[in-house]
C-alpha cells in the first residue's frame, strides 16, 4: 500500500514567537516545511531546534519583496502566513512601515498563493480588528473602528482574503489571534509583549509596570491552543468553515492585576523573593482596548475547535519553559 505523501507548508514569519512554534509541530507531524523570514522581529534561535531537519526549508527574504514571495510559494500546498509587524504602540509610532509590510506583504501572499495554486491560505488575524466594540463576548461579526494603525492593517487583511476568495477562488481563513502567549515569545525590545516582559521583570526582581489601573481584561491564549487552531484551519473539509474568519481564544477573560498574581505565584516556587514584588502602575496606552473576550462558539461549531489551555494552565507551562531558558 502506498503511503501518504505529507503537504508542504509555507510558514511565514516562521522564525517569529508564533511561526517558530507551527514550524516545529508540523515538522514533528512529518510535514515539509518551509520558513520565510527576514528576521525583522524573528530570531535564528527559535529554528535551532529544527534547523537541519530533512523536512525543513529556510529561505530568507522579505514579503514586501515579490521574489521572495514568488520563490517561496513554489510546490506549496498550504499557507500558514504569520509574518507581520505586531504591536499597536510601533504602529503608532511608525504607521508607514506597519502598513508596508501588514497590507503590502500581505497583498504579495496572496498573489503569489494564488498563481501557485495553493490549496487554502490561512493568516493570523487580530482581535484588534473589534476596534471600539464595546459588546462581549466579541462575536466575529460584529466589529468597530479600529483604534490603531495596526488594527486598521488586521482588517484590511480581512477584506483582502475575502476579495480573493469570492473573485480568484483562494481559499481563505482568517485566525483573529486573541493575547497568545508562550514558549519563544520575545521578553526582550520596546514592543514585547505583556507576559514575557513581567516574568522577565519578575526574574530581575523588578516592579512589573502595567498601563492603567490593572483592570483592563484579556483573553490570554496559550500558543497550543493557537497551534490547533491553525490545524483545524489547515485540515478542514468542511465547506461552510472556509472564506471566514475565526476568534482564536480560550474563550475567558482575566485581568492584568489578575496575571500578575498568577505569575508571581508560580514564579515564586522557583525564587521566593518573587512573591513579595510590587506592582508600578501608569497612565493607560494609546491605543488599547479595555476588555477583551472572545465568544469562541464558531470555531467549535464549524471546525471542531476544544482549546486545552486556559491561562492558569497556559502559564505553568510557559513559566516552566522561561525559567529554564532565560535565567
Request: net charge neutral.
Amino acid at each position: 500500500m502506498k503511503q501518504e505523501t505529507k503537504s508542504t507548508l509555507l510558514i511565514t514569519g516562521g522564525a517569529g514567537f508564533i511561526g517558530s512554534n507551527l514550524c516545529e509541530y508540523f515538522l514533528e507531524k512529518e510535514y515539509k516545511v518551509i520558513c520565510l523570514d527576514n528576521f525583522a522581529t524573528g530570531h535564528r534561535y527559535n529554528l535551532k531546534g529544527f534547523i537541519n531537519h530533512p523536512n525543513f526549508k529556510l529561505i530568507e527574504g522579505d514579503i514586501r519583496n515579490v521574489i521572495d514571495c514568488a520563490n517561496a510559494v513554489k510546490g506549496v500546498d498550504y499557507v500558514l502566513h504569520q509574518a507581520a509587524l505586531g504591536s499597536v504602540p510601533r504602529s503608532i509610532n511608525d504607521p508607514i512601515t506597519t502598513n508596508d509590510v501588514n497590507v503590502s506583504g500581505f497583498l504579495n501572499m496572496l498573489v503569489a498563493s494564488r498563481e501557485a495554486k495553493v490549496k487554502r491560505f490561512i493568516y493570523a488575524a487580530s482581535s484588534s480588528t473589534y476596534g471600539d466594540s464595546v459588546g462581549l463576548p466579541k462575536v466575529e461579526e460584529v466589529i468597530g473602528k479600529p483604534l490603531s494603525p495596526y488594527a486598521i492593517t488586521k482588517y484590511v487583511n480581512e477584506l483582502y482574503a475575502d476579495i480573493f476568495s469570492k473573485t480568484y477562488g483562494l481559499e481563505t481563513i482568517g485566525l483573529r489571534y486573541f493575547n497568545v502567549f508562550g514558549r519563544k515569545q520575545d521578553p526582550k525590545g520596546a514592543y514585547a509583549a505583556v507576559i514575557p516582559k513581567f516574568v522577565m521583570q519578575l526574574m530581575q526582581h523588578e516592579s512589573p509596570k502595567i498601563n492603567g489601573d490593572g483592570n483592563f481584561s484579556r483573553d490570554f491564549t496559550y500558543i497550543d491552543n493557537v497551534i490547533q487552531m491553525n490545524e483545524l484551519a489547515m485540515t478542514t473539509q468542511n465547506p461552510l468553515a472556509i472564506n471566514t474568519v475565526y476568534n482564536t481564544a480560550y474563550g475567558d477573560r482575566n485581568t492584568l492585576n489578575n496575571l500578575v498574581s498568577y505569575l508571581k505565584e508560580y514564579l515564586s516556587k522557583y525564587d521566593s523573593k518573587i512573591a513579595n514584588i510590587e506592582v508600578e502602575y501608569g497612565p493607560d496606552r494609546e491605543g488599547d482596548i479595555p476588555h477583551s473576550l472572545a465568544s469562541i462558539d464558531k470555531a467549535k461549531g464549524l471546525l471542531g475547535y476544544d482549546p486545552k489551555y486556559s491561562l492558569q494552565e497556559g502559564l505553568h507551562e510557559a513559566v516552566d519553559w522561561y525559567w529554564k531558558n532565560l535565567k
